[in-house]
């Protein structure tokens, strides 16, 4: 029988003794964890550090510096997902740090079980895709917007995006509905794997880092607008609505001339 894959995290943070109750407590729950217990040079070490294959980096930022940041960026280039481990007090390098491409965010103190439920939903959105949004064809193309959903890759004009697994699980779900609101609920479930909380400010990030990596249509119109009260839709090109009118269009006066015994053409 085939062994079930072991995920793999690495634990960056500059206190030792935290650190280390941590990983033990990762370990118990199956994980395979290993620790850096210096942030000294990180941003130099990241990439050989990544080479090792994690699925999830666990990044103190008790000293936050715009190292941290830049961490970030790379690790969203690997498409490789990151949660913020921050100090209380400091909820600002929480929201920056998820402007960055941070998946979720801890301030400690925390509960281990929070530790390990983050940890598993972050897993989950990178490795598995929602229901909601990757079931029925493996690829959709929405104007200058290509997705295939077995890949998780996306192009925009032909170049590869790169986007951090909840950037890609919100861009196909506004897809999937391109033209109808979807609501701030359904992007936390089907996107982030969880129940929108109170105050809520992740899907707003979520969504600006899309806005930023998709930019807006030629004409200048914004691809996904906000629409307060209910949620977000992604906007249907024009030209693409022009297109679908001619050849309804079309396809009524072919049958129309069919059922006066004309040729259509």
């Known amino acids: 029988m085939r062994k079930p894959t072991v995920d793999r995290l690495l634990l960056i943070d500059d206190a030792p003794a935290a650190t280390q109750a941590m990983a033990a407590c990762l370990r118990l729950e199956g994980f395979e964890v290993a620790c850096v217990l210096s942030k000294q040079g990180l941003l130099d070490k990241i ?16 000293l936050c510096t715009m190292d941290d940041f830049e961490v970030l960026g790379i690790l969203n280039t690997k498409n490789i997902p990151a949660i913020v ?25 925390f509960d281990q079980r929070e530790l390990i439920a983050k940890s598993r939903a972050a897993l989950r959105r990178s490795k598995r895709p929602g229901s909601d949004p990757f079931r029925g064809n493996p690829a959709m193309t929405l ?20 986007l951090t697994a909840a950037e890609f699980n919100f861009l196909a779900i506004l897809l999937r509905s391109a033209g109808n609101i979807v609501s701030r609920e359904r992007l936390a479930r089907s996107g982030l794997g969880r129940d929108l ?9 979520v969504v600006s880092r899309l806005r930023k990596k998709i930019g807006n249509e030629h004409h200048g119109i914004e691809r996904i607008k906000t629409i307060r009260g209910a949620g977000f839709i ?32």
């Open 234 to 265: 992604y906007t249907i090109p024009s030209w693409t609505k022009c297109v679908r009118k001619n050849s309804i269009n079309s396809a009524v006066k072919q049958r129309s001339a069919v059922s006066a015994g004309k040729s259509p053409y």
């Open 47 to 62: 990439l050989t550090l990544v080479e090792d294959r994690f699925d999830l980096i666990l990044l103190g930022l008790e």
């Open 143 to 162: 104007a200058d917007i290509e997705m295939n959903f077995e890949g998780r890759t996306v192009r925009l004009y032909g170049e590869q995006l790169q």
């Open 197 to 205: 909380r109170g105050c809520d400010r992740s899907i707003d990030m």
């Open 85 to 109: 481990l921050a100090d209380c007090g400091r909820k600002i390098d929480c929201i920056m740090a998820l402007e960055a491409g941070a998946e979720d965010y801890l301030v400690k103190p």
